[in-house]
């Protein structure tokens, strides 16, 4: 049984639609990430929190916002997304960032239309 | 060229055989190296850490080689069950953040 949960565990949205996801370890971890993985695509990295301070940000566009109120639970809050964000999206944390292993959550699929 | 790079197979075997799958990494300096594996529509869950001196777990033996820059993982003996997507992990260029390969998939058949 994992110790990191995620919701919903399925999402259909319009582009027009705002919606946000959640995700909260019960691991006493400090460090969390968010993950997209797309089809035949490697994990892509896009956010990593670490003691709820944001320490990276891949690049990813301003229409995907994360939030870390505390080390336990993150957010991902989307606005006006493109069918091409279509996703699965994983959130993971570990005891600290930095080379550890990463307990994954079990995702939240995600449709745009 | 990629930080992470994997063969995306499929692998198709039969089951009892054994079964070796390979991982370059460009990043000469990476000190941490994984192997996960992700079942279908699944999350990615570890599989085994690897050592610079190889580990072994049951079944699965990790191998790493620093002069070529690669990872394997050595499957023998192989069941049903390990039909799976495996993701070889390594640590990326800013020394903080994991790298995740695309996968080699692995289909063991009766």
């Known amino acids: 049984e994992t110790g990191v949960t995620q919701t919903p565990r399925h999402l259909v949205m319009g582009m027009t639609n705002k919606k946000s996801l959640k995700c909260e370890q019960h691991?006493?971890?400090?460090?969390m990430y968010w993950y997209k993985q797309s089809a035949k695509k490697p994990l892509e990295l896009m956010f990593v929190?670490?003691?709820?301070?944001?320490?990276e940000n891949n690049s990813v566009p301003s229409r995907f916002s994360p939030e870390c109120p505390n080390s336990s639970h993150l957010f991902l809050h989307l606005h006006t997304l493109q069918p091409e964000d279509s996703a699965l999206y994983l959130c993971?944390?570990?005891?600290?960032?930095?080379?550890?292993?990463?307990?994954f959550g079990p995702g939240t699929r995600l449709l745009v239309l | 060229r990629k930080e992470v790079e994997q063969d995306p197979g499929p692998f198709n075997v039969p089951e009892g055989a054994t079964v070796a799958f390979n991982c370059t990494y460009s990043?000469?300096?990476?000190?941490?190296f994984f192997w996960y594996r992700q079942d279908c529509r699944k999350e990615p869950k570890l599989l085994m850490s690897?050592?610079?001196s190889g580990n072994e777990d049951g079944r699965f033996t990790a191998q790493l080689n620093r002069a070529s820059q690669y990872i394997s993982l050595l499957i023998r003996d192989s069941k049903l069950s390990d039909s799976a997507t495996y993701l070889c992990?390594?640590?990326?260029?800013?020394?903080?953040?994991?790298?995740f390969g695309a996968g080699t998939r692995l289909t063991v058949k009766p």
């Open positions: 691991l006493g971890h400090n460090a």
């Open positions: 993971a944390s570990s005891p600290r960032r930095a080379r550890e292993t990463q307990y």
């Open positions: 992990v390594v640590n990326g260029y800013n020394n903080n953040d994991m790298r």
């Open positions: 990043n000469s300096a990476s000190q941490s």
């Open positions: 690897v050592y610079s």
């Open positions: 929190y670490n003691f709820k301070e944001q320490t």
